[in-house]
């Protein structure tokens, strides 16, 4: 007999139920009452609810589970006349089961995942958690099929292993942002010199696609299908994202530390107090991308441009965005990304990091009337953070509870045309170090030599 409860939900939200109860050790096959999303709006007629109130009772009393108990898994053969046939087969497989994420996929053969395996800094079957909402048990060699099945290398694994730990987090709030109708998608932000030897984009077109920086991709990519075949967020099933992203891949990238002004620090040592040169990540949950023209169009002193450019940003930001209050106290509303010229452009008028913030916060604040009218404000009196709760109170509005919480980092193309925000969706930001095997350096000799081969 399982544990007297019954859920009432809405029809379309039957796998995302299944996903999280299973997540808390609860059969995934828990009592539910389903109801259509018509029953879940303002002002809907809950009589219906009413009327069904037996098969809460049932649920409550008479309901027993008829979940299988689940089998170990076991290594899949596939045969063909030819390897292109095979593989054809291998990836028909695995899209059919569900496994993929639509573009081809390496199988994870035994001898792929032991190369990958070469990353690991820990032991393969050290457990580092379980996979939110579903809850499936996740080993350093799950994070080394899952970057088999990208396309990824060895001497990626172990940013991969950090962006997992991250994503583990309570804080970080995934079991929640895996499922939401939002379309959140994970950012993972590497600093130290280990990111520079994986070749990990800081620059030019960091978001991708980039084949002379093909590390975020693959780390991105084999996160994210770990967020589907172990985490459950399948489409439509797992996960309510109304619309999705147009990331595959999601987004990892490097920063430019080498192009960041003299004196500025890494985002990682201002939001989790790495020292500089420690080899670390920051995974934060965003769910859009917008380029901000930034440069002026006449002739424009250096002054002048810099400081319309920074108003342009903040009017970027100066929008009644209620996914702003899901970050509110702790988290972020989002993260500016400004290039080494603007950076260094800033600097040499003395703007800070710090003073930049302050310049974003004070000039996004939004009017009360403005979230009052967008609806704003019954947001707020429902949310999850005592001090998103009480912003009610401010007119105008700021979108975060200091300048501190709007994330700022340097990176892209050596330009001055565009920054880059990253319009967040993200209760919290959390940060950790990376690990890295013994014989990570001859791994990177490995791959430097691939790569020269290659170009031969």
Known sequence: MGIPTVVLTRQEFIGVVKNAVSGIGLAPDIAMVTFPTENFLPSADLSAVEARKSEFYAGLTTWVSNKVRAVAGRMLSVEAPTYEEALNKANDLMISRQWGDGLPLWPATTERVNWIMRGAPLPRAHVLGKFPPRGAIVTVESCAIALAMAGGRPEYLPVLIAAVEAFFEPSAMSELLQ????????????????????RLNSGFGLLGPDPEHPAGASIGRALRLMQ?????????????????????????FAEDEEGMPEGWPTFTQERHGFARGVNCISLAFANGAENIFRR??????????????????????????IHYIYGYAEGTPGIVVLSKVVAADLASLGWTKNSIREFLFEHSKIPLADMRAAGGLAWMEIASTEVARESMQLDPWPIAAQPSNIGLVVAGGGHSSHALWLQGYCPGIIGREIKLPPAFDQLVVEADAARAAGSS
Do not use: C, W
């Open 179 to 198: 499922a939401t109708s939002g379309s959140p998608f994970p950012v993972v932000i590497v600093s130290g010199p280990m990111a520079k030897k994986i």
């Open 228 to 252: 589907q075949n172990l985490g459950g967020a399948l489409p439509a099933t797992g996960t309510m994202a109304v619309f999705g992203q147009m990331r595959y891949t999601n987004a990892v």
């Open 296 to 321: 002026g169009a006449k002739k424009e002193t250096k002054e002048e441009d810099v400081l319309q450019g920074l108003h342009r940003v903040a009017q970027y930001l100066r929008v009644p965005n």
